[in-house]
């Protein structure tokens, strides 16, 4: 079994003093593909920042490739919580990318034709030369997500965290970033650790999933987490798990006599499109 | 014109224009994160309570700059460390310029004679300062624009993408007093042109009108930093040819400067990238 990219050895964190997980320990392998699920506030954007060096944890250890996470490791690339950018932001995509490789050295930085190279590439490896040099803030939410993954990708990471980066996107941008990414993972001993409410739109990518829910948590395959037991077990209250055409949905009793549920989890955000069916809500 | 070169042969012209250059390249570069990073309010705090220190420091016998320096950088640094989130920020500006403004009444009225050199601190006096001061102003310049070049790169990383930059490493927090600091000198250096009421001529309209410019970084800078050469070296042109302060052509210049950019360059420059943005996002929608 290869080295896990990212270890967690019986960690605890604590948010505002409130106990998120404890006594975590799980490694997720080199080179797959993890989606990391589960309600709002159970942590998995923490797990993210614990990754990333950002939280300390209450106790215990997070490795990354070996090391223990420390911030500002260039072997991470990092896509945020997607908020569309400022429209009046004075910025280029292409500016948006160069921070990324070399936003957070010292200096003035000066042109230099190896960056400006590196840059380029990363902008083609989206397809987004096309709007490149446009103001940012003007860009559609997929066209400035493309460009969050390049910035994410230009340093050449061995480790890729992303943070529900499909939310607020169409069916058709999800698909083309989701694309991005496998086609991205594909290219070497390359792990990604994908935060998402959904699980369907990454769910051909996918080799592990992490689910988290107050402070319990399942890891394995798609086929082994997700299922109606396993989610019974582990929301504590009665869960289905069901497959329909393809796509797995996770539904549970209605609030008031299981667990509440802020949204309907797994299910996909539905922006207006007229071109699918109405989806059954929880 | 004859005037100006006549004039430009005394000491006290050749002093405003060294200090006028300094103050307008610190301000150029400084104003564009003072937009980017929405401070126009510290801005206004910290040179409301630069008055309260100039105040402090006639009463005590010290010089004027000195007093403003110190009063600046106290402001900056408790602002700082208090107005941590953004949303805190500004009601710590407010209680510190309260505060401040307060005791500069109380100085105000302990020095009865002070009715000139607090309407020079106030609307500005260039045209007054010694070659000590112009000393003092282009070192506290250089050591400023120094400090900026050394954190230009992960200050922009910090200010237009903070989720990032701190992932990447970049201390923001402590980026956010530095720039600070920066600020408070910066705010020094421009009172001595335009005065603490006329601050933001030169630390908002710079930056703001090259935004209107261009969406370069670059480019954006450069032309911040000429706008604001433009306003405080025309404007002490202008005002050692006539007999006006020098800070009514400064404010006039920077502001028909921001038209300008707003309302006749601007478009056209910015108005076909728009354009081009809008339609290549129109095309990916379909």
């Known amino acids: 079994m290869p080295e896990p990219a990212v270890r967690f050895s019986d960690a605890t964190l604590e ?36 990754v990333l060096g950002l939280t300390e944890l209450a106790s215990g250890t997070v490795e990354v490739l070996g090391q223990p996470a420390r911030r500002g490791d260039s072997a991470i690339g990092y896509v945020p919580q997607h908020q569309n950018l400022e429209v009046d932001l004075p910025m280029r995509g292409r500016d948006l990318v160069q921070l990324g490789l070399d936003g957070h050295r010292w200096g003035l930085g000066r042109p230099d034709a190896a960056a400006h190279r590196r840059v380029e590439h990363a902008i083609e490896a989206v397809a987004a030369t096309a709007y490149a040099d446009a103001p940012i803030g003007r860009l559609s939410g997929g066209e400035q997500q493309r460009l969050r993954i390049a910035q994410a990708l230009v340093g050449d990471p061995r480790l890729l965290l992303c943070d529900e980066p499909l939310a607020s996107l169409d069916l058709r941008h999800q698909q083309g970033i989701t694309e991005l990414i496998g086609a991205w993972q594909h290219g070497g001993e390359r792990t990604v650790l994908f935060v998402t409410h959904d699980v369907n739109p990454v769910l051909d990518l996918v080799d592990q999933v992490l689910f988290v829910v107050n402070g319990r948590w399942a890891m394995g395959t798609p086929d082994e987490v997700l299922t109606s037991s396993r989610m019974t077990e582990l929301y504590g209250s009665h869960v289905d798990v069901l497959r329909v055409h393809g796509r797995i949905l996770v539904v549970g009793e209605s609030s008031g006599s299981g667990f509440e549920m802020e949204e309907p989890h797994h299910l996909p955000v539905m922006p207006d499109d007229d071109h699918h069916p109405p989806q059954a809500s929880a | 014109m004859d005037q100006i070169l006549h004039l430009l042969g005394y000491e006290f012209a050749q002093n405003a224009l060294a200090a006028g250059l300094v103050v307008g390249i610190v301000s150029g570069v400084v104003s564009r994160f003072v937009v980017m990073r929405n401070m126009a309010f510290a801005v206004h705090a910290l040179s409301e309570l630069g008055f309260t220190g100039s105040a402090g420091a006639i009463l005590l016998g010290v010089s004027p700059v000195v007093g403003l320096m110190t009063a600046t950088t106290i402001t900056a640094l408790f602002i700082g460390a208090l107005g941590v989130r953004v949303r805190e920020r500004d009601s710590v500006v407010g209680i510190a310029m309260a505060f401040g403004l307060g005791l500069g009444v109380l100085f105000l009225s302990l020095y009865p004679r002070y009715a000139t050199q607090a309407f020079s601190i106030l609307f500005g006096s260039i045209t007054g300062v010694s070659r000590g001061d112009v000393a003092l102003l282009i070192g506290i310049g250089v050591v400023t624009l120094v400090a900026l070049g050394v954190i230009y790169r992960p200050l922009t990383f910090a200010t237009v993408d903070p989720e990032v930059a701190e992932a990447r490493g970049v201390p923001i927090r402590q980026l956010g007093v530095v720039f600070l600091l920066i600020l408070a000198a910066a705010v020094a250096e421009a009172v001595q042109v335009v005065g603490v009421l006329l601050i933001l001529t030169l630390l908002i309209t710079p930056g703001a009108t090259a935004e209107r410019l261009t969406v370069t970084p670059a480019r954006a800078t450069a032309c911040s930093v000429l706008v604001a050469l433009v306003a405080v070296i025309g404007g002490i042109l202008l005002a050692l040819a006539t007999n006006l302060p020098v800070s009514v052509y400064v404010t006039s210049l920077s502001f028909a400067g921001y038209l300008l950019a707003r309302f006749v360059v601007g478009p056209r420059l910015l108005g076909t990238e728009g354009r081009g943005a809008s339609a290549a996002a129109a095309r990916a929608d379909g």
């Not at chain 1, 392998?29 to 699920?37: M, P, Q, R, W, Y």
Request: proline content about 3%.
């Open chain 1, 15 to 50: 948010y505002h003093g409130r106990r998120i997980w404890s006594h975590l320990s799980l490694g997720f392998e080199g080179g797959s593909f993890v989606a990391i699920l589960g309600p709002n506030g159970s942590g998995k954007t923490s797990l993210l920042r614990a």
